[in-house]
């Protein structure tokens, strides 16, 4: 491989546009390639985009493609898995969106043909891992100066859903964000959870607008995550652990504080893109990194698994209203 990743882009909405623009302008050693999108005008803007990629239809071309080192994928969540498999059989490295699967047999089926090649090819997109922010409250507890960690606790603000999201659509599509950031900043494993939630309204009780899970981890703390789907003024994400001689705390907002007129205010981020717009190049940096070196690093595909298997956990314990405790598969050598 020459010392510049060719990066093949399948799906370039939302957050397959913004990979393949960080990647052609923002990351060293790495130049996107190919694309592919079932939106035939999207894909020749973003190939246009990206200085003329090669344009195909099937994603499986542009797998197979030898223009291609390296598959970002970012298509709809249900074909994550299939693509995976796909990436790891051609012997590619792949970043696959968040979440790695739909379900939990899902994701063991990308288990078992990366644990099957003897070679970890596959960084999931828990991109909480590069920010900034989340980076410094974990270095804080893992120092020790505030003792043994006792609780995690995650609070995140999504603006609106363009559609009325199930509990299943706030757990996997948000609140996963949340239970990685738990695993890996707590370096704990969840054993066992408890959801509770608001629908929007009596008569789509399916429906959740704001949802709450208590956590139990193995070596017996506690943690609390919050989303509400529809808060109606921007974007928030808040994390922090409470150890047994003080606290580490995210600031919520990232913006100045801007005094005027006899008031005080801070701007809200409008989304995620806003949020974590230096998280996304730095996730990319790092995964274009770890190809050169041919060492896969960040969320791997067992993050990708657990978080799944505890998301599908707390889906259970909120429809059925109790508790629900998480048995977790061993982790095959592999991953560490
Ligand atoms: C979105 O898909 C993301 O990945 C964001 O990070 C998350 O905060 C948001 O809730 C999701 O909808």
Redesign the pocket.
């Known amino acids: 491989m020459s010392r510049s990743v060719n990066v093949g882009v399948i799906g370039t909405g939302g957050m397959g546009g913004r990979h393949a623009s960080n990647l052609t302008y923002m990351v060293a050693a790495a130049e996107v390639t190919a694309i592919m999108d079932v939106d035939s005008k999207r894909a020749e803007e973003i190939a246009a985009r990206c200085g003329g990629a090669i344009i195909y239809n099937e994603a499986e071309q542009l797998i197979s493609s030898p223009e291609v080192d390296a598959v970002v994928i970012a298509a709809p969540n249900r074909f994550h898995a299939e693509l995976t498999r796909a990436c790891i059989a051609a012997g590619k490295p792949v970043l696959c969106e ?1 979440p790695l699967a739909t379900d939990g047999v899902e994701a063991r089926g990308v288990i078992d043909a990366e644990v099957a090649g003897g070679r970890r090819l596959v960084q999931v997109g828990l ?1 909480r891992q590069f920010d900034p922010a989340h980076v410094a409250v974990k270095r804080v507890s893992d120092s020790g100066a505030q003792g043994n960690a006792l609780v995690f606790r995650s609070v ?1 603000i ?1 603006p609106s859903s363009d559609e009325v999201p199930s509990l299943g659509d706030v757990i996997t ?2 609140l996963i ?1 949340d239970i990685h950031s738990a695993r890996w900043m707590m370096g704990d494993e969840i054993v066992r959870v408890h959801t509770s939630f608001i629908p929007f309204s009596s008569d789509r009780p399916d429906s959740a607008r704001y949802v709450m899970v208590q956590l139990e981890f193995a070596n017996g703390a506690l943690g609390g995550l919050e ?1 509400n789907a529809d808060a109606g003024y921007g ?1 928030e ?1 808040e994390v922090s652990i409470t150890g047994e001689t003080g606290v580490v705390r995210s600031s919520p907002l990232q913006s100045p504080v801007v005094r005027h007129s006899n008031a005080s205010g801070q701007w809200v981020e409008e989304d ?1 893109l806003q949020r ?1 717009n230096e998280a996304y190049i730095i996730e990319v940096q790092a995964w274009v990194q770890s190809i050169l070196d041919g060492e896969a690093t960040g969320p791997s595909a067992w993050d990708g698994y657990v978080s799944i298997l505890a998301a599908d956990a707390c889906i259970e314990s909120g429809e059925r209203g109790q508790p629900v405790s998480l048995d977790l598969p061993g982790k095959p050598e592999l991953y560490g």
Do not use: A, P
Request: net charge positive; charged share 10%; hydrophobic share 35%.
């Open positions: 968040k991109m995140h999504n599509g948000s964000h989303c974007y994400i995620w974590f």
